[in-house]
């Protein structure tokens, strides 16, 4: 008989069971009164002789079960009937696991997301990224991106390499594209050959750049992200042959890369072949990202060697030029760090969401805590309950089943409700979250998450469960039909297991309130930050670029750039005008060259220290706010007859010169055969790569310099000092003035000062924002925790305050005495949390700014805050306690 | 200590009991009992309700089979008999527990002689 017809045919073999040990009694009863005992006698014999007529139906059915797993459903069923006995207990009790499962689950998700899954390429794990790093090449490599590849760099690895299966390097920028609708900027990534091919995600439509694509003067072709594809064509596959304008130069449009398709972590537009021309290049120009896919097998150790082994082949096989010296970059000692591609995307926002993760999960022990707390409870007064069915001969690790099945099942149903949370929260940070977050899009709660979310609600349900089953659980018969009567006072030990939840959550909640406060000290510090520019808010922003196919002449690239300015700054409520090739913070890939000074003597075998550099327009500091520290801003005509004027920041004058003063009248200049450069304005340092990163020592050149040496800068940022910043009047204003200059230039990254700034600070803020949430939700479990404790402790022990009373003693001493109580569990709650935070807080160093881990502030105000807030706690049930009728207490029974 | 005469039965000793008497006649819960009581003079004491879940349990190995009859008492009963498999079973169990009381006994007259 197979198990399935048994399930089935069992209620009539149940029945069948009942009805044969019927018969059997009434045989046995009959044949006794036929032997002359009365029927009642008869009757109580068959019983006694028979045994326990239940018990024995119970253990035949028994035969035909699964015990274990019908008991448990027996217990689910009980759990049920219980927990919707006690809406209150069960609602709170859900409420608050609901809450912890749904954070947890929700940053889980993003961790799960951002962190663990692989990069959305075939064979992901064999991508690396191609870091190097020069600690002799000062400011160049100084910053997250180490030294960037060269071109020659590019092509002595890709060519001479033993470890890599393809390799490539690629940048961004943007291109103007016309003839689709309204001139437009596009995001542009140019890749060398090798790189998709690495990537190896294959083309939607179309296919890859071929060889012959990537030489100079070879067919011109572009390929479509999904994305723009979809918006400029409607996803028309027949784009495949048609041509793009770009740069007023047609393209062919060869290929769609499929949905979902990023390098690394950058999202664009277009993919345009980088075509170097090989012979004609040096071995500087440290612009390109580096990526390899590595040979089966093979080690990052592996690859660095083999890197390390081409170095001085690249020194050997270019030069910078006659007469230069080509092992001149030994001085700045490169040295390979290859990092796997998904270290190269997450950046430094792993140790961020690790931290995240740990602060929720302390959230959800404090939840945790908080419902054994309500458990504890429930099942002193299930007391009696469970004493009656150990006395019915329930064993007892069949009670500790009964009450964990119950815990278990509300963590579960906690978590059903809490997986929803999740998914409301995660859709609201995918929409609303921070933008520099990395892989953002890819967020979603997958398997993997909701595994997490039923792993975690089955381990908080036995967490919360374990305690009170294991403390009363055992039978004490006697013990518990004495107290169930309440005439005596409750136990020390009873209130034990609770003071010591409540003084675990304030430890808990006061190592969460110390980073949150952390985190705002950080913020304000950050704010405190002079950025080198005043009042973001009402700094208009915008992109112009305006390629040589358009306008070839350098003079008459800035005399556009000119007008436009002038137009500008004549639109109502604009106060001033000007523009840079780039502004702070902007996140454009920068220059740096090597900066000479007339009256210093610069060795031949080294390199002369790199600095970054920009090109202004006059009346642009002033636009920014940046503020002159010693001389002038340069004027127009300075800037179209050429004089050879520049202005640098006031950290270069004073590491040069000493003074900013002492700078003006000296000169600069970045090639040897370039006319020396008057210094005639030194500027406020700036805060150019963000505000937590030291502002770089800067040159600022005039816009137009004489041919040759660096002709007119022809993408440029304008900005706009006015108070209609940012207001879709002001920009349509701004669009008409560009246009009536030259109707083809399109408007690129149109925003306001506020909106780069802000991204700058996106990192902390988010890191603020969701330490905050984590702090007040421990704060109130925290709340809810000691309330509890201390008012059902107050109801426990009405009858002892009514004797105390009916002694003599007056309200106040009451209150005292109950508010000691709350203080003291919540001084040693802070005392533990002390010297948890001195440890844990270590562990958030990097994502402080300007304040230390161990902030005595912080840590006072949180301690003052959370004895205060567990006083007030305490102050409600206190209040209840004095008011106790002492007559009312004494008869309580 | 418990009289010698209410020590309880060892593991499958009431089943084999039972197989032994359908070995004989098919019979039915309450004529069982009184087989096995009389048969061992009353010096099992047998509780009558144990019998239902032995008999359970060999239904569902399929040791014996019941049937919906009439006792001679004419009352509607489920009277059980052996099967092949519980014959076979039968005498596996009865020779091992011969073996073993052999054994025991072997051990219990070691002082005496």
Not at chain 1, 372 to 393: D, I, K, P, S, Y
Request: net charge positive; aromatic share 8%; with cysteine.
């Amino acid at each position: 008989m197979s198990w399935l017809t048994q399930l089935f045919s069992r209620r009539q073999r149940y029945s069948e069971l009942s009805e044969e040990i019927q018969a059997h009694l009434d045989e046995k009863i009959e044949e006794s009164v036929a032997e002359g005992m009365s029927r009642e006698e008869a009757s109580h014999l068959a019983r006694r002789e028979f045994g326990n007529v239940g018990l024995t139906e119970e253990s035949s059915r028994e035969v035909w079960r699964w015990p274990s797993v019908e008991d448990s459903l027996m217990d689910v069923s009980y759990g049920v009937r219980t927990l919707r006995h006690n809406p209150v207990f069960t609602a709170v009790g859900l409420l608050t696991i609901a809450v912890g499962i749904g954070a947890n689950a929700a940053v889980f998700s993003v961790v799960n997301s951002v962190l663990l899954k692989p990069l959305n390429y075939p064979k992901a794990e064999e991508l690396v990224a191609l870091h190097q790093t020069a600690p002799g090449a000062a400011g160049l490599a100084d910053f997250e991106n180490g030294l960037l590849l060269s071109p020659s760099m590019y092509f002595t690895y890709a060519e001479q390499n033993r470890t890599f299966q393809s390799l490539g390097v690629w940048v961004t920028g943007t291109a103007n594209v016309t003839g689709l609708a309204e001139p437009e900027q596009v995001r542009t990534v140019y890749v060398s050959d090798g790189l998709l091919q690495a990537l190896g995600t294959r083309p939607e439509v179309g296919r890859w750049f071929s060889a012959a694509e990537q030489i100079p003067r070879g067919p011109e072709t572009v390929t479509l992200s999904y994305g723009y594809w979809q918006r400029r064509f409607g996803g028309d596959r027949a784009v495949i042959g048609r041509n793009l304008t770009m740069e007023s130069r047609p393209r062919e449009i060869i290929g769609v890369m499929p949905q979902g398709f990023r390098f690394v972590d950058t999202d664009f537009d277009v993919i345009v072949p980088l075509a170097f021309d090989r012979g004609k290049l040096i071995l500087a120009g440290f612009g390109f990202h580096g990526i390899a896919r590595l040979k089966p097998g093979t080690t990052i150790a592996e690859a660095n060697a083999d890197i390390a082994r081409m170095l001085p082949i690249w020194m050997d096989s270019w030069s910078n030029g006659p007469g230069t010296n080509q092992h001149i970059y030994e001085t700045w000692k490169i040295t390979p760090m290859i990092r796997p591609l998904k270290q190269e995307a997450i950046g430094n926002v792993g140790e961020l969401l690790w931290v995240v993760m740990g602060t929720i999960g302390v959230v959800m022990l404090i939840a945790c805590a908080n419902v054994a707390n309500l458990m504890l409870v429930r099942v002193e007064a299930r007391q009696q309950e469970l004493t009656v069915r150990a006395a019915l001969g329930a064993g007892w690790g069949r009670i500790v089943r009964g009450l964990l099945v119950e815990s278990v099942m509300l963590g579960l149903m906690g978590g059903v409700i809490g997986v929803g949370l999740a998914y409301a929260s995660v859709r609201f940070l995918v929409t609303t979250g921070p933008a520099n977050l990395p892989r953002l899009g890819e967020i979603s709660i997958d398997a993997r998450a909701l595994g997490f979310a039923l792993v975690l609600s089955v381990l908080s349900g036995l967490l919360f469960g374990l305690l009170p089953a294991l403390k009363y659980a055992v039978p004490r018969t006697s013990l518990a039909l004495r107290s169930a009567g309440r005439t005596i006072s409750v136990s020390r030990e009873r209130h034990r297991a609770r003071n010591l939840l409540v003084v675990g959550q304030v430890a808990m909640a006061f190592v969460l309130l110390v980073s949150a406060g952390l985190m705002i000290r950080t913020f304000e510090a950050l704010r405190a930050v002079e950025p080198g520019f005043t009042d973001a808010q009402h700094l208009q922003l915008m992109r112009i670029s305006i390629p040589d196919s358009l306008i070839q002449e350098p003079e008459r690239v800035t005399r556009i750039q000119h007008g436009i300015l002038d137009k500008l700054a004549a639109i109502p409520g604009v106060k001033s005008a000007g523009f840079v090739s780039e502004m702070p913070m902007e996140g454009f890939d920068s220059a740096w060259d090597e900066i000479f000074a007339e009256d210093k003597v610069y060795s031949a075998d080294s390199i002369a220290p790199l600095r970054l550099y920009k090109y202004v327009s006059p009346g642009f500091m002033q636009t920014a706010g940046t503020r002159l520290v010693a001389g002038r801003e340069m004027t127009w005509s300075e800037v179209y007859a050429l004089r050879p004027v520049v202005m640098i920041s006031e950290n270069l004058a004073r590491e040069m010169w000493g003074t900013p003063s002492a700078a003006i009248g000296k000169h600069l200049r970045e090639f040897s055969n370039m006319p020396w450069h008057e210094v005639i304005g030194v500027v406020q340092d700036v805060r150019e790569k963000g505000v937590q990163e030291r502002a770089p020592e800067m040159v600022y050149w005039p816009p137009l310099m004489r041919d040759g040496f660096a002709p007119a800068v022809r993408t440029v940022t304008f900005a706009m000092r006015s108070d209609r910043a940012g207001t879709e009047g002001f920009l349509d204003e701004v669009r008409q003035a560009v246009w009536s200059v030259n109707s083809n230039l399109p408007l690129a990254s149109v925003r306001t000062m506020q909106a780069v700034y802000g991204k700058s600070l996106a990192r902390t803020s988010f890191t603020l924002v969701m330490l905050g949430i984590a702090g007040a939700m421990a704060l109130t479990l925290g709340i809810i925790g000691i309330y509890g404790v201390i008012s059902y402790t107050v109801s426990q022990r009405q009858r002892e305050i009514g004797i105390r009373l009916a002694l003599g003693a007056q309200g106040g001493d009451l209150l005292q005495m109950v508010l000691r109580q709350g203080a003291k569990l919540a001084l040693v709650g802070v005392a533990i949390g002390v010297c948890a935070a001195f440890e844990l807080t270590r562990l958030m160093r990097n994502l402080l700014f300007g304040v230390t881990a161990y902030d005595p502030l912080t840590f006072a105000a949180v301690a003052v805050l959370l004895v205060l807030v567990a006083l007030l706690a305490c102050y409600i049930p206190s209040r209840r306690a004095m008011l106790v009728d002492p007559i009312v207490a004494l008869r309580y029974e | 200590m418990k009289k010698a005469a209410q020590r309880d039965l060892f593991p499958g000793a009431l089943e084999m009991m039972i197989l032994r008497m359908l070995k004989r006649q098919p019979l039915h819960g309450y004529a069982l009992v009184q087989y096995i009581k009389r048969t061992s003079r009353d010096l099992l004491q047998i509780e009558e309700g144990s019998l239902y879940p032995a008999l359970q349990r060999l239904l569902k190995a399929e040791l014996v089979k019941a049937e919906w009859g009439v006792s001679s008492t004419n009352r509607r009963v489920r009277i059980y008999k052996l099967t092949a498999a519980g014959a076979k079973h039968l005498e596996r169990e009865v020779s091992s527990f011969e073996r073993m009381l052999e054994g025991i006994t072997r051990v219990l007259a070691v002082g005496e002689s």
